[in-house]
């Protein structure tokens, strides 16, 4: 079946340290792939999106993201965490034959003053 | 801002109520989505329509139902409420549907069954 998997659940990072978000699918084929960002109350924000081609993608706010195939991973990156990126992260599929979108379990990212 | 409107932003309701939640696409895009987040389930694709036609389902119960009108607006009618229909209801809208394409997501709305 297909999935997508977050292995961490909670992560805690310092303001201005480095950040990175797991996230491993398990497809037929090379799916789809996209980051959204739920900060409290709000709805899904697209940070970033893999269709094709440069495996490494960047996004809004200072975020990318980079496709592995051999190791079925999509991993979020960000250098200099803010304390504003505080918020819960989801990574999500699309096989393309529909366009239903399986989500993670979602990362809960809190910044440390 | 996604560009893609839902209301009510709440909603409260009993058991055994049915109610109606309304999104309004991204103009131009022809797919709209329907999600439920739950603290059990996640975040659970519901239905999906492209320009008024049913395109895909997914864990959808039969009290639920949807539909995409002439304007490409949806309607996710809910009905004999329980307490466990108590959730975040996210629309989203595509541009097209078979293919790249990435969806935008509303504001949702947050159904509380009492």
């Known amino acids: 079946a297909q999935s997508v998997t977050q292995p961490d659940i909670h992560i805690t990072v310092s303001e201005g340290a480095s950040l990175e978000l797991r996230c491993n699918y398990s497809y037929g084929a090379t799916p789809y792939l996209f980051w959204y960002v739920q900060s409290p109350g709000q709805g899904l924000q697209l940070l970033l999106k893999?269709?094709?081609?440069?495996?490494l993608v960047q996004g809004i706010k200072g975020f990318e993201a980079e496709f592995k195939r051999s190791q079925s991973s999509f991993n979020l990156r960000k250098p200099s965490v803010h304390w504003s990126d505080a918020a819960e992260y989801f990574c999500?599929?699309?096989?393309?034959?529909?366009?239903?979108?399986?989500f993670g379990t979602g990362t809960l990212l809190a910044v440390q003053p | 801002d996604s560009g893609v409107t839902q209301t009510p932003k709440h909603l409260i309701t009993a058991t055994g109520q049915r109610v109606t939640l309304r999104c309004s696409p991204r103009s131009g895009d022809l797919s709209v989505y329907w999600y439920q987040q739950s603290l059990d389930q996640g975040l659970q694709f519901l239905i999906q329509?492209?320009?008024?036609?049913?395109?895909a389902k997914g864990n959808i119960l039969e009290r639920f139902s949807a539909q995409q009108f002439p304007d490409l607006h949806s309607e996710l009618n809910l009905s004999s409420l329980e307490l466990g229909d108590s959730a975040l209801y996210f629309c989203a809208s595509s541009s097209g549907t078979g293919g790249p394409y990435e969806q935008y997501f509303g504001p949702g709305t947050r159904l509380t069954v009492t």
């Open positions: 999500a599929a699309h096989g393309g034959a529909t366009n239903k979108l399986i």
């Open positions: 329509y492209y320009n008024g036609e049913e395109r």
């Open positions: 893999y269709f094709s081609g440069d495996t």
